[in-house]
């Protein structure tokens, strides 16, 4: 079956500190891969995104490479700030399955000044 | 762009009410929306996808009964929690994804705490 596999947290780290919150997944087909970003008490954003293997997903500073070889969508970023406490979600989609988001347990990042 | 309001964000009511959520996509149309809860410290457990037209599709597990769902426009679906008890207590998101752009990703709500006394 499909599923997304996430690194346990919490992760509490210092400001300016690097970040790697690992994401590995299985798939039966060729799936679009995702982060979001869920701030305590909102829904969810999506931080960034990557359809192919090899695609590199950036945003405000976060990056990650689909990887197909070991099936990984690791999020860093390299100077962590305190505004980026939040859960992330690493998140797979196969359109040709019914375009469902099929989503890791979440990851708890806390950083501190 | 690509805006999803679901209203409202908070409710509290007693046991036995039906309580109703709205999910509307404000700057595009959305053939399919999606109907989420999240317990606390959990991740999002799709409920049911809804499509405009027609009847909505539950996960297993997942009492269409109990948990209504409307998708009577390409803006707006609802999803309705009939003889609401403390257990349903929980947070509710819905996502919408853009129509006629299957492969574009899904934009969530801010979610909706439910909590029934």
């Known amino acids: 079956g499909n599923s997304v596999t996430q690194m346990e947290g919490p992760v509490t780290l210092s400001e300016e500190a690097f970040l790697t919150i690992n994401c590995t997944y299985t798939a039966t087909g060729y799936p679009s891969l995702f982060w979001y970003v869920q701030y305590p008490g909102e829904g969810l954003q999506l931080l960034l995104k990557?359809?192919?293997?090899?695609d590199k997903g950036s945003n405000k500073g976060f990056e990650a490479t689909y990887r197909k070889e070991t099936t990984s969508f690791h999020l860093e970023k390299g100077s962590v700030q305190v505004s980026d406490s939040a859960v992330y979600f690493c998140?797979?989609?196969?359109?040709?399955?019914?375009?469902?988001?099929?989503f890791g347990q979440g990851t708890e990042l806390s950083v501190k000044p | 762009g690509a805006v999803v309001s679901q209203h409202p964000s908070w409710v509290i009511c007693k046991s036995g009410t039906s309580v109703k959520i709205e999910c509307r996509s404000l700057?595009?149309?959305?053939?399919?929306m999606f109907w989420y809860r999240q317990f606390p410290k959990q991740s999002l457990m799709l409920m049911a996808t809804s499509n405009e037209g027609s009847k909505a599709t539950y996960e297993q597990g997942v009492e269409k009964d109990k948990f209504l769902i409307n998708h009577a426009s390409l803006t707006l679906s609802t999803l309705t929690v009939t003889s609401a008890h403390p257990e349903d207590s929980s947070f509710y998101i819905c996502?919408?994804?853009?129509?006629?752009?299957?492969?574009?990703?899904?934009?969530f709500g801010d979610g909706t705490r439910l909590s029934i006394l």
């Open positions: 996502s919408a994804r853009p129509h006629r752009r299957s492969n574009q990703p899904q934009h």
């Open positions: 990557a359809t192919k293997a090899d």
């Open positions: 998140a797979l989609v196969l359109y040709n399955q019914g375009g469902k988001l099929i």
């Open positions: 700057d595009f149309q959305a053939t399919t």
